[in-house]
């Protein structure tokens, strides 16, 4: 779905528009590379409330790992079909170091489905590490009636489970209502700007 007014988004309206410009404008939150676009594509800014500015910038970040994983993967999925003469191969791992700037090791070129599996997940589910979200569920296992009735009873936290495990023992699951401690091992940025990358690189395709 790409609507051009978000009220008529709302509405699934069918008819011509017939909104403000304030009516149809959509307001959230976007990384700058996605905002560049949209201005590319003729949108507009009509307000901004905040705005979060890194002077500092790098694109090799991660470079080591992701190139470490890459190079695992690659090696794990053997010589493409093609390549049969030893000539081949050589040209095939020369050709990836030019593209990709990583030096694959011919001697460990071979189809290794688990370790091709493994470098993938690690590859992916990198990021998503940093997006998890800070309040989490906490389980508690109580036999104290009154430490019990106390988390039941408490403004701070919010219960969502409660269940029976013995006739002296309660399995509380519950989450923070309003103090979350923050996540030293997530940076929602990082999140952000990793998947507005993937979804200007699905727009690029989809645009094509």
């Not at 069918?14 to 976007?30: D, F, K, L, V, Y």
């Not at 994983?69 to 003469?85: M, W």
């Not at 409660?162 to 023992?169: G, K, L, N, Q």
């Amino acid at each position: 779905m790409f609507p051009l007014c978000k009220a008529c988004a709302d509405t699934c309206n069918q008819a011509p528009c017939t909104h403000s410009e304030r009516e149809r404008a959509i307001q959230g939150t976007w990384c700058s590379v996605e905002l560049e676009k949209a201005l590319e594509k003729g949108y507009h800014i009509l307000q901004m409330h905040e705005v979060w500015h890194f002077p500092e910038t790098s694109d090799a970040l991660f470079k080591d790992y992701v190139d470490n994983f890459l190079k695992i993967k690659q090696e794990s999925s053997g010589y493409p079909k093609n390549c049969v003469t030893e000539e081949q191969k050589q040209q095939y791992v020369d050709e990836y170091l030019a593209v990709e700037g990583i030096q694959l090791d011919r001697e460990k070129i071979e189809h290794n489905p688990g370790m091709r599996a493994l470098s993938k997940l690690m590859l992916n589910s990198f990021w998503g590490k940093f997006a998890q979200r800070s309040n989490m569920a906490k389980v508690e296992l109580i036999k104290d009636p009154q430490v019990y009735f106390d988390y039941l009873s408490s403004d701070e936290i919010n219960v969502l489970d409660v269940r029976f495990v013995s006739d002296e023992m309660v399995e509380l699951r519950y989450e923070y209502e309003n103090f979350v401690e923050p996540n030293a091992r997530t940076n929602v940025v990082i999140a952000a700007f990793t998947t507005a990358y993937a979804r200007l690189k699905l727009y690029g395709v989809l645009a094509n």
